[in-house]
């Protein structure tokens, strides 16, 4: 009875069908923010979209911070091709398609690894952030995990052409592929006798040799903590990457301890099952993932939940693995009992931070508005808040030549913001700022948070008007309305609670966008959309009375304007 079930449960595990539906409700608890409302982030705005754009399919070959990611890149360029008004989707699907494709073939894949579709579910469970959950730019995170599948493959299962294609993907879109060439060639020496190990391992070189050479040719562009790792940076391990593997996320100040009882029983397993050569790679491998993140940037600062949880990813996974193999192998019923319990623990640790949330940047209507302004800012998310984004740049003609060949793109019903955001100028600039005097109607009775607490304007040299003041706090509400001209440019400051923050362009009947940005530092609002008027009013309305509900104009204290 004990075989029969054994048999139906392994047949289960192993369908194509279970373990795909498995892994995507595991990555849809991890990431379901990102499948439901995606968004473009990070380097996949800020460079490989603009880099495609001006170098065309070369732009593959072009490193981003230091090395090259092919996969992350092969994505934007079939996601733009196909349509960069519905990028965001096409881009995130395409990801969870690479991603569940890697946690198939852990699953799946004949491996000297105990464990199966538990092994997959690990990486899925880690106890961090999900920031490289579900994202286009982070592939080259899960791709580069099957290189580690690579040394375990089962030496009966032949798949060279598979394996070809792993190293090849994997060793150009992550440098993770330098610090696991000694195991391929450790292997293919213990293996020698099928010769295609060594033509495999040979292989590997080449594509390590491409990783590292640019590498070695940009070397001002891969960050590097390497000259501040010492004895005392690295005691941090414990607390930072075993502790916070098991109780990081409920109690930092018992990370210590607990690092110190799960390393001890690293140790003890270790010690314990000597002769297991998977042991020893896995810890090989853990231990280099370590000091990769500790080479890339210092360890005291990172947390696997609010500040570069990336960086936990191989060596909470590994751990995982680790623990699985002693909850399998090991001969003692209570070392096998501790590793399970250890990784149950992990499991529960990882409740506090399954998923993440983030806000709207409405990409559509950025890409409308694009094609209303010789230049344009689009804005792609950092971490998920507005007031944090990245943009990157765009001409009136790069978008129209985009949306022309976009199948999916329509102009009708689509709104187009009546400013473009300047985030980045200098304070001192006050070119074709309006004065005081353009105030039409003004009932806004204070000024911004921070000049309100500091008793100083943050803005020298300019008025500004907001609707802070410290008699009712964020209570004040109402409108303030400005006679502007086309061009005319308006510091504007909020914070980031800026959802009933309006703004009008009065007699538009609706043509333009009425959101303002949240921006808790001061920005430039350019009025140049080109279906604006000549000289037209716009309205700005402050319709909340909660905590970080206000916002703040800032314009010259003369007439003078140009």
Request: charged share 15%; glycine share 6%.
């Amino acid at each position: 009875m004990q075989i029969s079930r054994d048999i139906v449960v392994s047949k289960y595990i192993k369908n194509p069908i279970v373990v795909l539906w498995v892994g995507f409700i595991l990555l849809l608890t991890r990431a379901w923010p990102r499948l439901f409302y995606p968004e473009v982030w990070d380097e996949d705005g800020s460079r490989n979209i603009p880099d495609f754009l001006l170098h065309g399919v070369s732009y593959i070959f072009e490193p981003v911070n230091g090395y090259l990611i092919l996969v992350p890149k092969l994505i934007t360029l079939l996601s733009v091709s196909i349509s960069i008004s519905q990028y965001p989707l096409i881009s995130t699907l395409i990801a969870w398609g690479v991603i569940l494709a890697v946690f198939y073939l852990i699953a799946t894949t004949q491996i000297k690894l105990s464990g199966g579709i538990l092994l997959a579910i690990a990486g899925l469970l880690i106890p961090s952030d999900p920031e490289v959950f579900g994202l286009p730019i982070y592939t080259f995170w899960w791709v580069s995990l099957l290189l580690f599948i690579i040394i375990f493959w089962d030496k009966q299962s032949v798949a060279w052409v598979g394996r070809a294609l792993i190293i090849f993907f994997a060793s150009l879109s992550s440098p993770v592929c330098v610090v696991v060439l000694p195991l391929i060639w450790i292997r293919a020496f213990l293996l020698r006798k099928h010769q295609m190990e060594i033509g495999l391992a040979a292989f590997a070189s080449f594509c390590v040799s491409v990783q590292t050479w640019m590498m070695w040719h940009y070397p001002d562009l891969v960050a590097s903590n390497v000259g501040n790792i010492n004895f005392e940076v690295l005691v941090q391990v414990i607390p930072k990457f075993f502790g916070a593997y098991l109780i990081g996320n409920f109690h930092t100040s018992w990370q210590l301890q607990w690092g110190i009882v799960l390393s001890a029983f690293f140790v003890i397993s270790l010690c314990r099952n000597r002769r297991l050569w998977v042991l020893w790679a896995l810890f090989y491998l853990w231990g280099v993932a370590v000091l990769m993140s500790m080479s890339r940037v210092n360890v005291e600062i990172i947390h696997p939940a609010l500040a570069g949880p990336r960086y936990f990813f191989y060596p909470f996974i590994l751990q995982s693995w680790f623990l699985l193999q002693i909850g399998f192998v090991d001969s003692s019923r209570w070392v096998r009992g501790s590793a399970w319990l250890f990784l149950l623990l992990s499991v529960m640790n990882a409740l506090p931070v399954l998923y993440r949330k983030h806000e709207s940047l409405n990409w559509q209507a950025h890409l409308n508005s694009c094609l209303q302004f010789d230049h344009y800012n689009l804005p792609v998310h950092f971490d998920g808040s507005v007031d944090l984004a990245w943009s990157f740049l765009l001409t009136r003609q790069n978008c129209a030549e985009l949306l022309a060949l976009d199948p999916f793109y329509s102009l009708g019903g689509i709104q187009s913001f009546p400013y473009q955001i300047i985030r980045k100028s200098s304070m001192g600039i006050i070119r074709r700022v309006p004065g005081i005097d353009r105030v039409v109607k003004n009932e806004w009775t204070g000024q911004d948070y921070y000049s309100t607490v500091t008793g100083s304007s943050t803005l020298p040299g300019l008025k500004v008007i907001g609707s802070f003041h410290s008699a009712n706090a964020d209570a004040s509400e109402g409108e303030l309305i400005l006679h502007l001209y086309r061009n005319d440019q308006i510091w504007f400051r909020s914070q980031i609670n800026a959802h009933k923050q309006k703004i009008i362009i009065v007699g538009s009947n609706g043509q333009y966008l009425d959101a303002l940005p949240a921006s808790s530092e001061w920005v430039l609002l350019r009025f140049s959309n080109s279906s604006l008027p000549d000289e037209f009013d716009v309205k700005f309305i402050d319709g909340g009375d909660g905590w970080g509900e206000w916002s703040a104009i800032a314009l010259r204290k003369n007439k003078n304007v140009n």
